[in-house]
């Protein structure tokens, strides 16, 4: 799945691509190498729109989305406790609830530094509009037998943190993913797994 930001102008365009793509490379988060963020125009001249679209390469030698670095047990990607507890999880690197949550925040975070005004999300949620990012994330049940995301959510979903640090959003309780997490860097993990500190 990808996500889509849409901008004002290809200067705003290409400055977010950057600080997102330095964002992804130190995150869980991988998108298939450079090619996995990129802007794109369209309409006539006079009129073009522009926007960053985020982990879809065209499967140019990969299969195109959003995945984690490293493979975990995945219950799915659904708001609220996994009921399928009797069948095991696969293990696998794609995006839970939680994780996608923590995708959404990292984006908004580049977009609230940058001052963007304009429209975030995916295919199952927006996750920002003009300058208000969402913070909050509900449920419905649409199918059985998990709850499904509130595609666009109320307007009390939203709040504008442009320039100022933004709190966590939040979810139904017991939504499966990893919060909190952040990748080591290399010469740390080195460091840590030899002893040495020089």
């Not at 992804?24 to 991988?30: C, G, I």
């Not at 879809?56 to 984690?68: K, P, T």
């Not at 399928?84 to 696969?90: A, D, E, G, R, V």
């Not at 690197?93 to 977009?111: F, T």
Request: net charge positive; charged share 30%.
């Amino acid at each position: 799945m990808a996500m889509v930001i849409k901008v004002a102008d290809r200067e705003t365009a290409c400055r977010v691509r950057k600080k997102l793509w330095r964002k992804l490379e130190a995150s869980r988060f991988d998108v298939g190498g450079p090619d996995g963020v990129r802007v794109e125009e369209k309409g006539r001249p006079g009129r073009e729109k522009f926007s960053v679209v985020v982990g879809n390469n065209r499967g140019g030698g990969y299969f195109g989305g959003i995945r984690l670095r490293e493979a975990k047990d995945n219950c799915g990607n659904h708001p609220g406790p996994c009921v399928l507890t009797f069948k095991p999880h696969k293990v696998n690197k794609y995006l839970e609830g939680r994780d996608w949550v923590a995708l959404n925040d990292m984006v908004n975070d580049v977009l609230d530094a940058a001052g963007v005004d304009g429209w975030a999300g995916t295919s199952l949620v927006t996750i920002r509009q003009g300058r208000r990012r969402r913070v909050h994330y509900g449920a419905t049940y649409a199918r059985y037998p998990h709850m499904d995301w509130e595609k666009d959510g109320s307007s009390a979903d939203y709040e504008d943190h442009c320039g100022k640090k933004a709190p966590r959003s939040r979810c139904p309780a017991d939504t499966p993913g990893l919060v909190g997490w952040r990748r080591r860097r290399a010469r740390a993990a080195t460091q840590e797994a030899t002893g040495c500190t020089t």
